[in-house]
């Protein structure tokens, strides 16, 4: 549906979003960078008045954005709980029936109940399904999401409810609520549509929209990338006939980078490692829970490499990030978990050919002639794959730029638009894809 004059002019939505800060030098991760990317296209294209409610609600308790990502597991819980009380009363302090709520997170989110009886439409961004992450890197698999969320329901209505830890209504009992008191959830992959009605079978299947994101950011000019690449290359000092791996994340567990590294260690003990010099560029900064003690750890791999330069140059954005991947031969995406990957798409977008371990990220974005998505155990294969054939590697190149250059980010918010105004009006929701 388009929205007419009229709509837009009577439609405010409030966009609760937790990482919604205006700092890009903080490795915040794709909600935020998504939080970011909707603000700017909707300020041009104005399809209804937009006011974001971000942390610095809590006034003089408000966290910098450097602050959230050194958060450990409590004092980030603490920070869910106080933003999600501010954001709740914030909403109610205006009008149901010309507010609309946009959650950009889960955890962070309102009460989603609250919020629904006092008649406001919500639609809730989905970055991340909070209990499949939880199952995959706290649980290391060894239990499915929708069994998690079976026990936790048995035991939320059993006489030993007093012991589940309060953390645990983060993950549960708000995403549990998301889905019943959102009138649209927006995902960016079928594949975490698929499961989270395997986890909330109750959930009606027309509610959930697969609405993949494209790329978020801006795109630099060839010349300007290819002259920072060309200043990169003297900065570090890097041979002309190296071969140049790029992996950018923050830092963090689920991100991976310790199987990447752990494949090429097991890569330089083989006969067929490239006579080349190797370079490996880990972009990214430690972020969030356990991301120092886990730079740490990766710190201690590089030095056990003797043929390979590890360097880790930290958060990298704008030109700069550009410049790395018009430097880079190739990209590897190692996420042990991902819902969807957006600088995988940037990556695809700079003309990279992609390296990617199997979960919902790359299943959704890499196509066959693009990349390789891989099992754990063959990533060094893969990698070695890509890297030894420069014209495999100019073939998937190109595939990727011209694919990618149809993922446009612009058409993504357009969509997204129209679902707000569709929950507003109470028409039923269309499948996107």
Known sequence: MTPTAQDRHHLDVLYLAAHGFAQEAVPLGGGAAVCSQLLREWSRTRPFSVGLVSPAILGGNAPSACDLVRYGERRYADFCYRFAAAATAEVLRHDPSRTAVLVNDVSEGPDFARLAAAGYSIVTIYHVDVVAYVAA?????LVAPATL??????LRRSPFCGLIPRM???????QRDSLRYSRAVVVPSRSMRDLLLRCYPDTPGERIQVLPWGVCGTVCEDASSAAAASALRQEYGIPRDALVLLALSRISPEKGQDLLLRALLAWERRADFPVQPLWLFICGDAAYMQGQRFLRRLRSLAAQFRKTRVIFPGHVTGIRKQAFFALADLYVFPSRHESYGLTLVE???AGLPAVCLDHHGAREVLRADCGLVTPEKQLREAIARLLLDPDLRARMGRAASAYAATLRFADSAATLAGIIHRSVCGIPMLRVR
């Open 168 to 174: 645990a209504e983060l993950v549960f009992d708000k």
């Open 347 to 349: 990556a695809l977008r």
């Open 149 to 154: 969320v079976r026990c936790y329901e048995i």
């Open 137 to 141: 890197i706290y649980g290391r698999d």
